[in-house]
């Protein structure tokens, strides 16, 4: 074998090598690391999918996903959804490219799951006011209330029974908080309830019940059951 053909053969090898070397850094790089984050009570409710096209449709299931750390993965679309009885659905859409990606999911009730919670706890959350203020449910319709935050707050606004010409006529609110299983006044009756006098109490419970109109809304006539 003469110089040149060694030279050409060693060119090709080192073409080759160089071929190689860039197939595998592409494959390399058409991965990702995505992470999918969530108590750890609530990770079977988490399902990955591939994502078509139009990064909506789901076109299968991803296998061995691990909740709480990174996954790597081809990068293109997916999916993420969150369902568990009792709880909003939760889907996220992602586009997994050059930059590992995070994804997190919020956990709020349904409407129908709320509405059970006030239902099988009415009685207690109205034992509770009897026991701090024992006249004022008999002074004052529950115009409107209901629980917030996944059903540990609940809140209500109070409409006066007697005349209005009254000074008393002034529509109140007040919130409980559930703690240890047992519900307490969490801000005692007044006009409005502001986040400044009460920081402890979610913003979505204040905003509920202080844009309630209670003398348009219907009384709910209380149940002074006991506690259970």
Same mark, same amino acid.
């Given at each position: 074998?003469?110089?040149?053909? *060694?030279?050409?053969?060693?060119?090709?090898?080192?073409?080759?090598?160089?071929?190689?070397?860039?197939? @595998?850094?592409?494959?390399?790089?058409?991965?990702? +690391?995505?992470?999918?984050?969530?108590?750890?009570?609530?990770?079977?409710?988490?399902?990955?999918?591939?994502?078509?096209?139009?990064?909506?449709? *789901?076109?299968?299931?991803?296998?061995?996903?691990?909740?709480?750390?990174?996954?790597?993965?081809?990068?293109?679309? =997916?999916?993420?959804? =969150?369902?568990?009885?009792? =709880?909003? *659905?939760?889907?996220?859409?992602?586009?997994?490219?050059?930059?590992? /990606?995070?994804?997190?999911?919020?956990?709020?009730?349904?409407?129908?799951? !709320?509405?059970?919670?006030?239902?099988?706890?009415? /009685?207690?959350? =109205?034992?509770?006011?009897?026991?701090?203020?024992?006249?004022?449910? +008999?002074?004052?319709?529950?115009?409107?209330?209901?629980?917030? +935050?996944?059903?540990?707050?609940? @809140?209500?606004?109070?409409?006066?029974? @007697?005349?209005?010409?009254?000074?008393?006529?002034?529509? !109140?609110?007040?919130?409980?908080?559930?703690?240890?299983?047992?519900?307490?006044?969490?801000?005692? $009756?007044? !006009? #409005?309830?502001?986040? #400044?006098?009460?920081?402890?109490?979610?913003?979505?419970?204040? #905003?509920?019940?202080?844009?309630?109109?209670?003398?348009? /809304?219907?009384?709910?006539? $209380? /149940?002074? @059951?006991?506690?259970?």
């Amino acid at each position: 074998m003469n110089r040149l053909a *060694k030279l050409i053969i060693g060119y090709v090898a080192i073409s080759l090598v160089l071929i190689g070397l860039g197939f @595998g850094w592409l494959y390399i790089n058409s991965f990702q +690391d995505l992470t999918l984050v969530a108590p750890a009570a609530r990770t079977r409710y988490i399902t990955l999918y591939y994502a078509a096209e139009d990064g909506t449709s *789901k076109t299968g299931r991803v296998d061995n996903v691990v909740i709480n750390q990174p996954i790597r993965l081809k990068k293109g679309r =997916y999916v993420a959804e =969150y369902v568990q009885s009792g =709880y909003k *659905k939760v889907t996220r859409q992602i586009d997994l490219s050059d930059q590992p /990606s995070q994804v997190s999911f919020t956990y709020d009730r349904t409407e129908a799951e !709320l509405q059970a919670i006030l239902e099988a706890n009415r /009685s207690r959350i =109205y034992q509770a006011i009897r026991t701090s203020y024992p006249d004022l449910l +008999d002074q004052f319709n529950i115009a409107q209330e209901g629980v917030y +935050d996944n059903g540990t707050w609940y @809140g209500a606004v109070l409409r006066w029974r @007697g005349d209005i010409h009254s000074d008393k006529r002034d529509s !109140l609110r007040i919130v409980l908080h559930q703690q240890s299983g047992e519900w307490r006044i969490a801000a005692k $009756p007044y !006009l #409005t309830i502001s986040q #400044t006098e009460y920081p402890g109490i979610p913003m979505a419970v204040l #905003t509920a019940i202080n844009v309630i109109n209670a003398r348009t /809304s219907e009384p709910s006539q $209380p /149940s002074y @059951g006991t506690t259970e």
